[in-house]
């Protein structure tokens, strides 16, 4: 074992989903391994522990996960299991954390942000359920951080990742597994793939755009060889590390190769894409376009109809800033719904407590409590086994989704890279208004209430502050405002805007056309446009 002396990095502070920086800010000498070590003095160390480990293959990933075995074979770790060429999806890692009953695991990710030499990384710590770190101990792990004076890390020479199998690093055993067959496994268990094989030897289409990402060997293993798929339905398919210079996030903005196919006249019956890291999803259908937060909404409508939920849903729960379209699916269904901050990590509890089966947030992310993470080809099996189930086109069903529950018109406007003093400054005015904002007529509309969401956990009674700003208007629209945790530069203002249309008339608007009252009086409340230079936001979806 070699103890090596340092002295603390400022920044190292975990966001919504581990630590988040640009690659050449990881690159630093003793700069991944301050935060290594800090996450391991932060859960009490790792000694006589196994831990697993895995990443989406971005740019460094490699090179880290190396260091991390050495860092916990001089910890004293017990084993280590890692994915072959140390290729993990998130939602696999999590699988495998509970699988094999792990004491906890490191994630190499920065989810759907870029990646290559000048892009981003990242490292998060997953806890012994298979999900993110609680904030109590992502707090402890920033506390670490700004204290620590040395790290350990084994003088040996790398693990051979190359091939399963399990090999010794000093006293540790890096155990090296196949990163997709435990996952593919673990669906079988919850879908029919013997309805999905007919589906497919039926005819239907479909294309997955994995988008240089991990879930491409996932997504072939899954679709092309188990349920028989035409080959070539999954495209992008090959990880790498700077995902062929494409943006990994599944999107109408960024995934726009894939719009164009299902908005054309050759058309499949079906298409999705998944992002970086495998956790999250976009859903279209042939002509139209699905958003996340209907898509939760028909997923909670229609769970039953998968084997894996029969039994029903034991509740449901969505980020804040997510649409209130699965409240009116729960509230019909007789079920709890919970409505807690934006990262998966607050779910961790509902789910361990056995309050909900069916979470979901409005960046694209949909899961269950089958792992601790959302799951991106979870939730495109999910719609695949109701389709084949209703025998509907995507269309057919979100019509007549929309008929029974109305439809909730969402759309989120991001404003990237803003200068942080800007942003900052201009919530801090926001805040200062809420209490007088009631009553307020604005472009037609009149606000119900206005306030600065804080949660209370219903299991543990943690209480999470300062989660973002909602403006409720009456009749069911509102604006959510909140920076976003996920960015390695400057600050993302995320502007999440909705309207509620009962229905049987104005169903089939455009989003951003019935969404136009919305943002109008958002802009004369927060004033975005004025404070911050900008003509509009960087993405739309």
């Not at 409340?525 to 404070?531: D, L, N, P, Q, Y």
Request: hydrophobic share 40%.
């Amino acid at each position: 074992m070699t103890t090596h002396s340092t002295t603390p990095f400022e920044g190292q502070k975990p966001g919504t989903s581990g630590l988040r920086k640009k690659t050449p800010v990881f690159m630093q000498p003793n700069f991944l391994e301050n935060f290594v070590q800090s996450t391991f003095d932060a859960i009490g160390g790792v000694e006589g522990k196994t831990l697993v480990l895995g990443g989406d293959g971005r740019y460094f990933g490699a090179e880290a996960a190396q260091t991390i075995l050495k860092m916990a074979a001089a910890n004293g770790a017990a084993r280590v299991i890692v994915g072959q060429g140390a290729w993990l999806s998130t939602p696999a890692a999590s699988n495998m954390i509970r699988a094999r009953k792990a004491d906890g695991g490191l994630i190499l990710s920065a989810s759907h942000n870029p990646g290559g030499p000048n892009e981003d990384f990242g490292v998060k710590y997953n806890s012994a359920n298979g999900g993110p770190a609680p904030e109590a101990v992502t707090d402890a792990i920033f506390a670490r951080t700004r204290t620590i004076t040395e790290y350990r890390k084994l003088d040996v020479a790398d693990a051979d990742l190359s091939r399963p199998g399990e090999q010794p690093m000093g006293a540790m055993v890096v155990e090296v597994v196949d990163p997709v067959a435990a996952y593919a496994d673990l669906m079988e268990t919850l879908f029919d793939f013997k309805a999905l094989r007919g589906l497919f030897h039926g005819g239907f289409t479909m294309r997955m755009d994995s988008m240089c990402a991990i879930t491409g060997p996932y997504a072939t293993e899954i679709f092309e060889n188990r349920l028989g798929a035409a080959p070539g339905t999954v495209v992008h398919g090959t990880p790498l590390p700077d995902f062929g210079g494409m943006h990994p996030d599944p999107n109408p903005t960024w995934a726009h190769e894939l719009m164009d196919e299902l908005m054309g006249s050759a058309a499949p019956d079906f298409g999705a894409a998944s992002d970086g890291d495998g956790d999250r999803n976009m859903i279209l259908g042939r002509g139209i376009y699905v958003s996340p937060s209907d898509s939760l909404a028909v997923i909670a409508a229609n769970a039953t109809l998968v084997p894996g939920y029969a039994d029903g849903l034991k509740g449901v729960a969505r980020s804040m800033p997510t649409s209130t379209a699965v409240d009116r699916v729960a509230q019909a269904l007789g079920l709890d719904c919970y409505e807690t901050p934006t990262g998966w990590k607050f779910f961790g509890n509902l789910m361990d407590a056995g309050r909900v089966s069916l979470c979901g947030e409005e960046s694209f992310g949909t899961g269950s409590d089958h792992v601790r993470e959302k799951d991106g080809l979870w939730a495109i099996l999910m719609w695949l086994n109701i389709i084949a189930v209703r025998g509907q086109s995507v269309a057919e069903i979100m019509a007549e989704h929309f008929a029974r529950y109305g439809r909730n018109y969402y759309s989120r406007h991001d404003y990237e890279a803003l200068p942080t003093e800007v942003a900052n400054a201009m919530l801090d005015a926001l805040r200062a208004r809420l209490d007088g904002l009631k009553g307020t007529a604005l472009q037609g509309l009149v606000v119900e209430s206005a306030d600065e969401f804080c949660y209370t956990d219903p299991v543990d009674g943690s209480v999470s502050a300062h989660q973002g700003f909602r403006i409720l208007f009456e009749g069911g629209s509102r604006v959510v405002l909140r920076l976003s945790g996920t960015g390695t530069e400057g600050a993302t203002l995320r502007v999440y805007l909705e309207r509620y249309v009962a229905g049987p008339e104005g169903l089939s608007e455009d989003p951003q056309a019935a969404l136009a009252p919305i943002i109008a009086a958002t802009e004369e409340i927060v004033g975005i446009k004025a404070r911050t230079g900008r003509p509009g936001p960087n993405v739309i979806s």
